[in-house]
């Protein structure tokens, strides 16, 4: 009988330090980290698409003190072109956690072009946070049906706790269909 007790107690043990352990991990997971913004994987079909990154702030205490009159959407950088013979779809997919938030897609050239997509992650909840974002989904973009040069342009938010913006982030790079 005290074999099992014993046994039971060592399980038990063990089950709460792998609790903290992965709640911290957690905890850590839902945070930005680094000093410059995460850069998204962009493909279409076998073809790797390099993106321009312009960080805006990086952290709490950076984004809190960011100029209002600052013009986040504005790259002054051109991206470098890649043609795009045989896919039709771009896929992009944010590797480094915590996810972003709400990400903003204009096409500089189709002004009437906007989409925008958010990841669900509940800050109240690290380990809920950490498990939904190990199920991240790429982020699958139709490309214009009309061949021609077309720049992306993509605004990019991280959100923390109590949604204090942790980072802000621009994306930009051109495709070329044919």
Not at 74 to 90: A, C, V, W
Not at 127 to 147: A, D, G, V
Not at 151 to 178: C, D, E, P, S
Request: hydrophobic share 35%; net charge neutral.
């Amino acid at each position: 009988m005290k074999k099992y007790m014993r046994m039971s107690l060592l399980i038990v043990g063990a089950l709460l330090v792998l609790l903290i352990y992965v709640t911290g991990l957690a905890h850590t997971a839902s945070q930005v980290q680094g000093t410059e913004a995460y850069t998204p994987i962009i493909e279409a079909g076998e073809v790797g698409i390099d993106v321009s990154t312009q960080t805006i702030c990086w952290t709490v205490a950076d984004c809190t003190r960011l100029v209002e009159k600052e013009d986040i959407n504005s790259m002054k950088s051109e991206p470098q072109n890649f043609d795009l013979t045989d896919s039709r779809k771009l896929i992009i997919t944010f590797k480094q956690k915590p996810l972003p938030q709400t990400v903003n897609l204009q096409i500089e050239e189709l002004p009437q072009y906007s989409e925008q997509w958010s990841y669900s992650q509940r800050d109240s909840s690290p380990l809920l946070n950490y498990f939904s974002m190990l199920r991240n989904k790429p982020i699958h973009i139709e490309l214009p049906k009309e061949p021609g040069t077309y720049t992306y342009n993509m605004l990019v938010y991280w959100h923390g706790n109590k949604a204090a913006t942790q980072g802000i982030a621009n994306y930009r790079f051109r495709v070329t269909v044919k």
